[in-house]
């Protein structure tokens, strides 16, 4: 499976070995300026999710992991679609080396390569300065707006779901349900 990457004048395209190709990363970071030593930054990372496991099992799995951090705090979890996709977005923020930081995440659900679901993860971390939030989120919904993730099989194959065993249903007080 190649992998291609083009950004400003670099260019990428290489073949990685096996495995490697079921997960990248690529990560952009911002200046933190004056007001904090962290800089905004937004991770996009793709991987395939284990067999039998939901959309909305890999968030909760995810969710736990975060818990664990200092002083976090869950804002929320919604519902969404990024590319007509199902998604999960997980708002919260927590503290790390004295600073509070602030975290979006939407984790997508964008094919089922050779029956396996695979998922790509949007991470915009910053810290909790109302101005850098802003702007985190901004960046954030921009990539959001301009993802797009392949052709009308791929989609038909996780929009539809009689197509695959996975379930979006939201079971969390207040939060409704992805949309079927």
Same mark, same amino acid.
């Given at each position: 499976?190649?992998?291609?990457?083009?950004?400003?004048?670099?260019?990428?395209?290489?073949?990685?070995?096996g495995?490697?190709?079921?997960?990248?990363?690529?990560?952009?970071?911002?200046?933190?300026?004056?007001?904090?030593?962290?800089?905004?930054?937004?991770?996009?990372?793709?991987? /395939?999710? *284990?067999? &039998?496991?939901? @959309?909305?099992?890999?968030? %909760? +799995? $995810?969710?736990?992991? #975060? /818990?664990? *951090?200092? &002083?976090?705090? @869950?804002?929320?979890?919604? %519902? +969404? $679609?990024?590319?007509? #996709?199902?998604?999960?977005?997980?708002?919260?923020?927590?503290?790390?080396?004295?600073?509070?930081?602030?975290?979006?995440?939407?984790?997508?659900?964008?094919?089922?390569?050779?029956?396996?679901?695979?998922?790509?993860?949007?991470?915009?971390?910053?810290?909790?300065?109302?101005?850098?939030?802003?702007?985190?989120?901004?960046?954030?919904?921009?990539?959001?707006?301009?993802?797009?993730?392949?052709g009308?099989?791929?989609?038909?194959a996780?929009?539809?779901?009689?197509?695959?065993?996975?379930?979006?249903?939201?079971?969390?007080p207040?939060?409704?349900?992805?949309?079927?």
């Open positions: 499976m190649p992998t291609a990457m083009e950004h400003g004048d670099v260019s990428l395209d290489f073949e990685p070995p495995a490697w190709a079921k997960h990248a990363v690529a990560a952009y970071v911002g200046d933190p300026g004056i007001w904090t030593s962290l800089a905004p930054n937004l991770a996009v990372t793709m991987e /395939a999710l *284990a067999p &039998d496991t939901s @959309l909305k099992h890999h968030v %909760d +799995r $995810r969710i736990s992991e #975060l /818990a664990t *951090a200092s &002083d976090f705090e @869950l804002e929320g979890i919604t %519902d +969404r $679609r990024v590319d007509g #996709l199902p998604a999960l977005e997980i708002r919260c923020k927590y503290r790390v080396k004295g600073e509070f930081l602030a975290q979006r995440i939407v984790v997508t659900l964008v094919s089922r390569v050779g029956g396996t679901p695979t998922v790509v993860t949007f991470t915009g971390t910053c810290a909790w300065v109302p101005d850098i939030v802003q702007d985190m989120e901004r960046v954030l919904e921009r990539a959001l707006a301009t993802a797009h993730f392949g009308d099989e791929r989609r038909a996780v929009s539809n779901p009689a197509a695959h065993a996975l379930d979006y249903d939201l079971p969390t207040g939060v409704g349900r992805v949309p079927r």
